[in-house]
């Protein structure tokens, strides 16, 4: 095996990775958030939203706001795993960092309706903050 066969090994396997990191927790987010608005879901909360982000996406997925009202959200990355180590709201122009087990805060003010979408940096993980 020469030395350049390693090395394309090598390569090939840490694509591998990384494609499998971002990928998984996509398809995690998909089924979450056909789960996360049932009928009769609970009334939207005035305070604060607390978002968690590991290695399968943003829990909850889907949250709820006023229409036209400020929103506050808190997001607290609690892996080292996947992809979420940058936030993205791509309507918005925001894009944030997530440091490890600490609180970020994003403040927002929600449409007259539809939904303000979430990512992370590389667009794989997706959430959104829906207009009650
Ligand atoms: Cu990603």
């Not at 394309?8 to 694509?15: C, M």
């Amino acid at each position: 095996m020469s030395r350049f066969t390693v090395i394309g090994l090598f390569g090939l396997f840490g694509l591998i990775l990384a494609t499998s990191a971002c990928e998984k927790p996509a398809s995690a987010v998909a089924k979450a958030q056909t789960l996360a608005s049932p009928p009769g879901a609970p009334a939207p909360s005035t305070g604060p939203i607390a978002v968690r982000v590991d290695a399968s996406g943003y829990h909850p997925a889907s949250v709820h706001a006023p229409a036209g009202k400020p929103v506050r959200l808190v997001f607290t990355r609690t892996s080292d795993e996947g992809c979420g180590q940058q936030l993205v709201f791509p309507t918005l122009g925001i894009r944030k960092d997530l440091p490890l087990n600490q609180a970020v805060a994003v403040d927002l003010t929600m449409p007259a309706s539809g939904s303000v979408a979430f990512t992370c940096g590389m667009n794989m993980l997706r959430g959104s903050v829906v207009v009650q």
